[in-house]
């Protein structure tokens, strides 16, 4: 899996034209699922980013992570973070397909909910308009495979 995530002060995503989740201060996460992630792939990356600690305490040092500042996820399904940019048209032959894709996904996001984090979300393979304040900025990246 793939993960970009990024510390936000809020951000929202739109699908034809009305929001269908909304945070505030959190993580914006776009993710990507590869053909050969698991279900113990999805539940280690979301505990990884669940005990993150990029958020500043009193000292201004990152130190706090999302539970310790009551913060919330907006995940957005991104299967482009595979992109092979070997040419100028990018290919996307590396993502999974969506009947592996969509489960992990789900997973993914269930695992957050269980740590007691409030997840909004986009719409796997909708268009979707994502808008975010960034915090910082700090974008920090995953990669389950490195």
Wanted: negative net charge; aromatic residues 6%.
């Amino acid at each position: 899996m793939r993960a970009v995530v990024t510390r936000v002060r809020s951000a929202s995503v739109e699908i034809g034209g009305k929001i269908n989740g909304e945070i505030g201060r959190g993580y914006l996460i776009l993710l990507g699922v590869g053909p050969r992630d698991t279900e113990d792939t999805a539940v280690k990356l979301a505990d990884k980013i669940c005990n993150l600690r990029i958020f500043e305490d009193e000292n201004e040092k990152m130190n706090l992570n999302l539970e310790q500042v009551g913060g919330s996820i907006l995940v957005v399904s991104q299967f482009t973070l595979y992109a092979d940019t070997s040419s100028r048209r990018p290919g996307f032959s590396g993502a999974a397909k969506p009947d592996l894709a969509v489960p992990l996904y789900e997973r993914f996001m269930a695992r957050c909910r269980e740590r007691g984090f409030p997840v909004e979300h986009g719409e796997f393979g909708a268009d979707m308009q994502v808008a975010s304040v960034n915090d910082g900025p700090v974008t920090i990246l995953f990669d389950t495979e490195s």
